[in-house]
């Protein structure tokens, strides 16, 4: 906090600058509020004609320079240049355009605002406009009359680059904007701002950078232990130096020593130890906010199920956090919001449970609710009718839900891949929630304490500001044909060398040639370690490494001929067949139920094991071929969800007498035809070498053992150099060779009809899409049929699964075939070219979309999209809506027959209907 003194030298300083700065004087007395120093900075260089780069803590308002820019576009621009007078407003997602749109048109009017999403439309033509990114790098592609007179752009969340799914389109819209558009990039806090700041004035020309570290509400850490809450750190200066508070230090030392010597656990019957620590409950932590005068909070649990599970806790330990006039109110707002959800449906999503939580002030926060129910808890929050919300890190990343407590159960999280721990940046920015700039004095972060979480990691993730932006941008093949279309091959390529992705990788070329120099000291230096008196050691460990490859390929030649006896052994499966499953968690006897359907993949037979478990088994399971035992009879039309059927039909496995587990011989047998050959001449070479009597030979060879890994890590970095110098110009490269291959640009550089069609392809799989087009594999489909077939091309499922996904049988199932078959095609193009391979196609998506699209109710719908459970409705929409999508685009598509343009329009028609039909309040 500033002193009486520093605040009036500020204003005698801006008093001094005042003459400098006219609009932003007008700007700052129509705000209405002082404008912070970081702000003040940035608006100032703004007007001065420079582009800027603003950093700054969430919650910090660095938004204002945004809406700056606004205001000087809709001024008539700097006295440089009257005739500017557009200002674009970009951010990341639907929700967060949503939320600016509405704040900008209650500024300035909705004649003078428009929007443009993937789902809205709004006066398009208006001097500003709110958009999502990918909107803005169409139109430069397209060449769109709406950029005449565009002098600002607001890049907000331009931290997002980094994401690798999306993050690549930030970087397009940098590098192709006009030179005279202004750019106003709105980041988070990261560490390599003057990188970034350097790169933009390399591409953009003049840009300044302001930081601020300074957030406006301070932010106080918490630990919960048990039912006690402590500080972090004592002081602010403690938090400086990372020094955990003494006192919680303590304490949980204590507790972990007391469970591990079972005091905290309970001793179970027979000295057994009882249970595991349980920390708080969730109800009881909601309540303990409450008493502390600490709500409204979001508690971030990292799994969607997590979420729901804990307002239902909260819910049944009978927890209310609202008076009558704020349930009415509550009930009032939800019952306006909802109208254009049909009846039917309301039960299927869980809307009265929903409801409950809401009137009592709880609600979850995730990506697998409905659109509508999540902006309903999003407005409710933020007028303070729900005080408590569990969310997902999704929450963290979008829409403005400033809270006064946030509180994190676990610091781990699943990334789709594996379970990781937070990052400091992924921790600032779920705890930069925390504080409500004008509201709250001060706001609190807690982090749940459990054994495994060490009061120093916390605050080292508290304290530290390490958020480095990292490029994610690579070539596309759609991208390929609008450059070469737009500027030609040669300038297309030096654009791409001037991404921020090849600035980085130039820059970190010259670490990698440092790191190359010292291990190839290292290489020599372990050299000397490993020479042996008695002979060549390097000739001795050669042999050495080649008798553990050769082992290694036999294992390998041996568990590859496992497999393939197991895969013939389950494709001659009938239903009715007792097998015996020998390990895994399935181990023992059971019935098939659906033989291995024929098609893709491997055979996997739908089983019921004698403990009533149901479902598919693999060649993985079975280290031997599976044995037909015996057969059974197997009832007609067998529900094998219907607990009471599994449980009569596994009675009858277990009647047949059989062994459950067999004979206990290994399943592994020895090779038939004694030593390999190979292998027994190399194991005497080794014991004939000199170097094999010598003493020290094993110390030898951990010497000699480290520096082949140190010379095979060394390779890699030298390939690495190599690779990042010119990397993305070598890909752009490639890609315009097998374009060119495929038709799609021509032998001297020009762009083909059909890569005009490309061009306008919008999707992950944009060259699969164009090839279906071009070879007719959507022609002659219905509606339903054509919302089915394209929904592989977009659909990915959150988890693997190794089971195929069924098909609705006829014109889809042979058009997935057909696209299958292309990406096939594809993928040994692109792997021949060295490029990365485009995914392939999910068939998880096509019945929800089929039953949709003709109109079957969505209980139904939601129950055919998972192999194991319901699909949630949330995915289900964000799902069609992207199928909604690229039906949009075939509509549109030169490419495309007009018979399948019109398909395309009855499909998005058919899709768009009951939950789909309703759009975001704009």
């Not at 304490?251 to 595991?276: I, K, W």
């Not at 020479?531 to 080649?546: E, L, M």
């Not at 022609?779 to 959150?798: D, H, K, Q, T």
């Not at 096939?824 to 039953?851: H, K, N, S």
Request: with cysteine.
């Amino acid at each position: 906090m500033s002193s009486p003194a520093e605040r009036y030298a500020a204003s005698r300083r801006r008093a001094a600058q005042a003459p400098l700065s006219p609009a932003l004087d007008e700007f700052a007395l129509d705000l209405g509020v002082d404008l912070d120093d970081f702000q003040r900075e940035a608006c100032q260089a703004l007007e001065r004609g420079s582009g800027v780069l603003v950093c700054a803590p969430t919650g910090a308002g660095k938004t204002v320079v945004g809406e700056f820019a606004v205001h000087l576009a809709l001024r008539g621009g700097t006295s440089a240049d009257a005739g500017r007078r557009k200002c674009f407003y970009t951010t990341p997602i639907k929700a967060l355009s949503n939320q600016k749109y509405h704040d900008l048109v209650d500024r300035h009017g909705a004649d003078q605002v428009g929007l443009l999403t993937g789902d809205n439309a709004i006066n398009g033509d208006a001097p500003v406009v709110v958009m999502t990114t990918e909107v803005l790098r169409n139109m430069l592609y397209a060449g769109s009359a709406t950029l005449q007179g565009l002098a600002y752009v607001v890049m907000d969340e331009v931290h997002y680059l980094a994401d690798r799914f999306r993050g690549g389109v930030w970087e397009e819209v940098i590098i192709h904007l006009p030179a005279s558009v202004t750019l106003v990039s709105l980041s988070a806090t990261v560490s390599n701002a003057e990188e970034f700041a350097d790169w933009l004035v390399t591409v953009r020309g003049e840009t300044e950078v302001v930081v601020s570290e300074h957030r406006p509400v301070p932010l106080w850490q918490h630990m919960l232990v048990g039912r006690r809450m402590f500080d972090l750190f004592h002081d602010a200066d403690a938090a400086r130096k990372h020094d955990v508070h003494p006192e919680l230090l303590r304490y949980t030392r204590d507790t972990l020593r007391r469970l591990e010597l079972g005091e905290g656990r309970g001793a179970g019957p027979g000295g057994r130890r009882g249970p595991r620590w349980r920390g708080p409950m969730r109800p009881d932590i909601v309540d303990r906010l409450d008493r502390e005068g600490l709500l409204p909070a979001i508690l971030f649990i990292f799994s969607r199920a997590g979420c729901d599970a804990a307002v239902q806790q909260c819910l049944a330990a009978g927890l209310r956090l609202t008076g009558p006039e704020e349930r009415a109110e509550i009930r009032r707002v939800v019952e306006s919001r909802i109208t254009t959800i049909p009846g039917e449906d309301l039960s299927v999503l869980g809307y009265w449970d929903w409801l409950d939580g809401l009137e009592r002030g709880l609600a979850a926060h995730h990506a697998g609710m409905l659109p509508a129910f999540k902006e309903v808890v999003e407005e409710l929050f933020v007028r303070g009718l729900v005080k408590a919300v569990f969310a997902t890190e999704t929450l963290a990343l979008g829409i403005n839900m400033p809270a006064r407590c946030v509180v994190l159960e676990r610091l781990v999280k699943y990334n789709g891949e594996a379970h990781v721990d937070l990052t400091p940046g992924e921790y600032t920015q779920l705890t930069g929630r925390a504080g409500r700039r004008g509201i709250d004095v001060e706001g609190h972060a807690v982090v749940v304490w459990s054994p495994e979480t060490d009061p120093r990691h916390v605050a080292g993730l508290a304290s530290t500001r390490t958020y480095p932006l990292r490029s994610s941008f690579r070539p596309s093949y759609n991208m390929a044909v609008n450059l070469v279309g737009s500027v030609g091959a040669e300038p297309a390529r030096a654009l791409l060398e001037s991404s921020f992705a090849q600035f980085q990788a130039d820059r970190s070329v010259v670490g990698l040639a440092r790191q190359v120099q010292r291990n190839t000291e290292t290489v020599q230096a372990y050299g000397v370690e490993a020479a042996c008196q008695h002979g060549d050691f390097d000739a001795y460990f050669a042999i050495r490494v080649a008798i553990a490859d050769r082992e290694r390929e036999l294992a390998r030649q041996g568990q590859s001929q496992r497999k393939a006896a197991a895969i013939v052994s389950l494709e001659r499966l009938r239903v009715g067949d007792v097998i015996r499953v020998p390990s895994g968690r399935r181990a023992g006897l059971a019935v098939v139920l659906d033989p291995a359907a024929a098609g893709f993949g491997e055979p996997r037979p739908l089983v019921l094991t004698q403990d009533r478990w149901a479902g598919r088994v693999g060649p993985g399971d079975f280290t031997t071929p599976a044995e037909v035992l015996t057969r059974i009879r197997v009832p007609k039309h067998f529900n094998h969800r219907s607990p009471a059927a599994r449980r009569d039909l596994a009675a009858a496995v277990s009647g047949t007498g059989l062994n459950r587990h067999g004979s206990r011989r290994g399943g592994r047998s020895r090779r038939g035809g004694g030593e390999d050959d190979r292998l027994v001449q190399l194991r005497a070479e080794l014991r004939r070498h000199p170097c094999h009597a010598c003493p020290e030979r094993e110390e030898h060879a951990r010497w000699a053992e480290r520096r082949r890994r140190l010379e095979k890590d060394t390779e890699e970095l030298r390939q690495r150099v190599t690779g990042r110098t010119g990397s993305l110009a070598r890909t752009f490269d490639r890609i315009v060779a097998l374009l060119t291959a495929r038709g799609y640009l021509a032998v001297d550089g020009g762009v083909t009809d059909a890569g005009r069609m490309l061009s306008r392809i919008w999707t992950e799989a944009d060259l699969l899409v164009a090839e279906c087009l071009r070879r007719g594999v959507w022609n002659g489909l219905s509606p339903a049929e054509l919302a089915a077939a394209v929904s592989v091309v977009v659909f990915e499922a959150r988890r693997d699964v190794d089971e195929r996904a069924s098909l609705p049988r006829g014109a889809v199932a042979t058009a997935v075939d057909e696209t299958l078959k292309l990406w096939g095609e594809i993928e040994a193009d692109e792997a021949a070219q060295g490029l990365t391979v485009t995914r392939e196609p999910d068939l998880g998506f096509a019945w929800p979309v089929y039953r949709w699209a003709r109109g079957e109710p969505l209980a139904k719908v939601l129950v055919s999209g998972h192999i194991d459970g319901e699909m949630p409705a949330g995915d289900f929409v964000r799902w069609a809506r992207q199928v909604v999508d690229l039906l949009g685009q075939l509509a549109e598509s030169g490419g495309a027959s007009s018979e399948l343009r019109s398909t395309a329009r009855h499909a998005i028609i058919a899709v768009n209907r009951g939950v789909l039909s309703y759009q975001a309040t704009a």
